[in-house]
């Protein structure tokens, strides 16, 4: 079996770089690009790196796209967007100039030609220049700091057209510092320190400009091919590549989370289980990092508009020491103010990591029901350990069938597998597991690039557990935990309840590029592309669609946040031929039509899901706001509001995370707090609850039916 490993790897984003050129189409200003900004030219190596990368994309990915005109101007519209995300440099004037490429950029890539992308990166450093000799005049207008008036700002500008002109965008500007400087006196800086906070920020960014080099340059265009054609391709420069390998074979020590630059902040991408991150219950994906300090009492460092390297060696640092990092979450309402939160840097505990159990209870009207509940952040199997053949090595379908063997001894009349926020792993281990719960047979089809498509299944006719049983996802469920739940699911073997999964199925591999260029003098960098997809045993693609709960749980997010939906160029969802696959008895739609019924008569009638479902709305209506006042007492009302509305909600941020914060890792909780506060768990619970009743006497649904008539 092919050792697939499916999880979400992050994209590493640098920004761009410019080259000298004497082109006259794009306006050049030898007075603003000086100094460190002296104009970048593509290498001789980064020519090859296009050429080598464009015949592997367009023979090996998985989806054949024509480089044509129409790819062309989707091109265009994503460099664009990936160099000026906020459309705060470029005018609708520049824009208007790029025009005249839109159905250039299929002819650039076959004909190796890299001077226009260049032009225009350089063009948007001109921008930047001006942009920052026009901030030191904000910075030092008195006007700044004047919050009476009427003035508002747009905070999320990705959609709003481009200003028309220079004088427009000095405006823009001007609300957008303004805004700035409230924030930090809302935040308690005073005037003078605020000043001096935002002019050090622009310093950075200044800095970090000018210290981008040509591969950098390089390797933001070409992604805007590469990642036009699939969201999880992309190509990786030498020194990206570098820090790609470092960060698979790095000894895990610091806080346990991958980094990646979005805009002007560093973004958590994802958290390492058994991490201090993971293990603090304080981070989430896609919080961004504002600001990194030194133990208990060092200066708090600004950190917008710094590289992901420098934001590192920040954050890392030896083990047993202190970090505290300024967070703005993800799902932070306009206002919100950042926190700040300490760690203690650590070895990560792969330990931590690994499948965990709990006891929770529901009543019934005969007494409570015991269930079990077994916790997988990630498919995780140690293939060294294997291959060294070592005693109990890390495997996710061993110490799960260890876990139900235990609960079984305890007398679980059901139990969940809590797979919320899994973002995958291995694909053996997904296999594995779902053969704990089904005779034997198919599990997930695969097919390649050319067409073949594999049949992977469970050959050991052995059952761990038979009984009732209920699968927790939500929309950071992904990869391998989505051909889990769908596996569980055909079978008709379980029940899935929460979100709509992720919806990534495909499987990406890592090319170097000098493998298939031997005569390159340099280092080409590798390119990572989509080579196959995933298809569920009854031929449905997990892409895109992911896996469709039985039973859906209320969402704090519109339907597409966070999902591969989200994805421009997501590959579609298709079918493919079905396998052979017996269906098991436990679950018909007699069964999910009574679930779902009783699920929502307690959204009516139980207190904690009535709340939570008006604080869900609360938080959603509140994310709509997107207009920030610039008056002083107006922003202060709406960043308390915002702040209420965030208290209001923070037990339904704790709830997403399905993790428990006191038990320990090798104990059994019985209801623990953390159990008792996660409102999912517990309606998860009565939903399995209700599976167990159904089993013991499948009349009970007739029943009912029949005295609700009555």
Known sequence: MRKYLITLIPVIFAGGNIRDTDRTDVPQDSSAVRGVFQDLKPTSAQYEAEDTSLKLLTRLHYRKVAVNDSLSSVILDK?????DPGRLYFTKEDIDQFEKYRYSFDDFLKNGELDVPYDIFNLYRKRWLERNDYITKILANPKLQDFTGKETLEADREKLPWAPNTAALDDLWFRYIKSEALDLK??????TAAITLLQQRYKNRARNLGRIKTEQAFQTYFNSYAESIDPHTSYMSPV????????MSQSLEGIGAQLQEDGDYIRIKDIIPGGPAYKSKFFKKEDRIIGVAQGENGAMVDIVGWFVDDAVKLIKGPKGTIVRLQILPADALPNTSPKEYLLVREK????????????????TAQGERKLGVISIPQFYRDFEGVQRREKGFASTSVDVQNLIRELKKEGIDGL????????G???????????LFIKNGPVVQIKETMGDTEVQSDTDPAIAYDGPLAVMVNRFSASASEIFAAAIQDYKRGVIVGEQTFGKGTVQTLINLNQYDPGAKEELGKIKMTTAKFYRINGSSTQLEGVTPDVGLPTAHVTDEFREKSQ???LPWDQIKSVAYEETPFINEKLLDWLNDNHKKRLKSDETLIKLVSDLAIF??????????????????ERDDAEKKREVIASVNDDLSGEDEDAEADTTATNTKAAKKDVYLQETGRILSDIVAFTKEPSLVDRQRKSKKK
């Open 79 to 83: 460099y664009l967007k990936d160099i």
């Open 186 to 191: 809302l935040a308690g800086k005073a005037d």
């Open 240 to 247: 990206a590549a570098d820090r790609f390998n470092q960060e």
């Open 348 to 363: 990560i505990n792969l330990v931590e990591g690994r499948a965990k159990k709990q006891i929770i209870t529901v009543p």
């Open 416 to 423: 969940v597998i809590d797979l919320r926020n899994n973002g």
């Open 425 to 435: 792993g291995s694909l053996f281990e997904a296999v594995a597991m779902t053969g």
């Open 568 to 570: 421009s160029s997501a």
């Open 620 to 637: 959603k209506e509140a994310r709509e706001q997107k207009t920030l006042s610039l008056n002083e007492a107006i922003r202060k009302k």
